[in-house]
């Protein structure tokens, strides 16, 4: 199927309802709207990729955040020092994109420093972050009220069930998006996906690091969360680039 962004947006709203619906948005588990950042670049991209990660940290008083008014701000927040997931994960795609761009794989002598914070960093990764979908499978933001020291460590249970909970709305959301390539990071995303069969038949839910492709012709690869330091620099980041390229360009 082809992506389709009018389905897209009418289903975006579809799934907003739902979370409206069930959780205590006006209260407590405010949320990101989550999804394509920027849907007119996503419908240009060869490759659509689609990153699924655990929960958003400190949107719990801050009702709905629509992702999609992003890419007028900090995407992610990739310009601030202290927030690591989103650069990690887009300096890898930065890699991948930079590499089918050029038609060939890119040299590690080429790999720029872009874990750290400067001007030409927060352009570039706001550029690749312009063309992915990001969603959560805990919809309801962490609750911390001391916005300063947001505690990032995940609870097995609570993103589990929390994926549960919302395996509707998770359903929608990738059945909308339709991407080639899907990032699947920490060991409760993965199992709760599994488990649930939201990503389709065809994968093992234990594999990691290597492309698996599912009933539905789409690419998976699981990976450690970004906060495991040993997959997370920048030598480890270039060697799952190149898992990714080799098995895209196979």
Not at 172 to 192: A, D, M, R, Y
Request: proline share 3%; glycine share 4%; hydrophobic share 35%.
């Amino acid at each position: 199927m082809k992506f389709d962004k009018v389905k897209y947006q009418q289903t975006k709203q579809e799934v907003i309802d739902l979370i409206k619906n069930s959780h205590a948005w006006e209260t407590n588990e405010g949320f990101i709207a989550d999804g394509i950042i920027c849907p007119e670049k996503y419908e240009k991209e060869e490759l659509k990729i689609l990153v699924i990660l655990a929960e958003s940290y400190g949107y719990a008083y801050s009702e709905l955040v629509d992702i999609e008014e992003q890419p007028d701000k900090d995407i992610m927040g990739v310009g601030n020092a202290k927030v690591q997931t989103p650069r990690k994960i887009a300096a890898l795609l930065w890699l991948l994109f930079k590499s089918i761009e050029k038609g060939q794989e890119i040299d590690w002598s080429d790999f720029p420093s872009l874990l750290r914070t400067n001007d030409f960093n927060y352009n570039e990764l706001q550029a690749v972050l312009s063309k992915i979908a990001w969603i959560n499978i805990k919809k309801a933001s962490k609750i911390n009220d001391n916005e300063e020291n947001i505690s990032t460590r995940l609870d097995y249970m609570e993103i589990y069930n929390g994926g549960v909970r919302n395996k509707e709305i998770i359903e929608l959301q990738i059945n909308s998006i339709l991407p080639n390539l899907i990032l699947v990071f920490s060991n409760p995303v993965i199992h709760c996906l599994y488990d649930n069969k939201i990503l389709g038949d065809g994968i093992d839910r234990n594999t990691k690091y290597k492309i698996q492709t599912n009933t539905k012709g789409q690419n998976i690869i699981y990976m450690n969360h970004p906060s495991y330091l040993t997959d997370w620099g920048y030598e480890a980041i270039y060697e799952t680039f190149q898992i990714l390229y080799k098995s895209l360009s196979d």
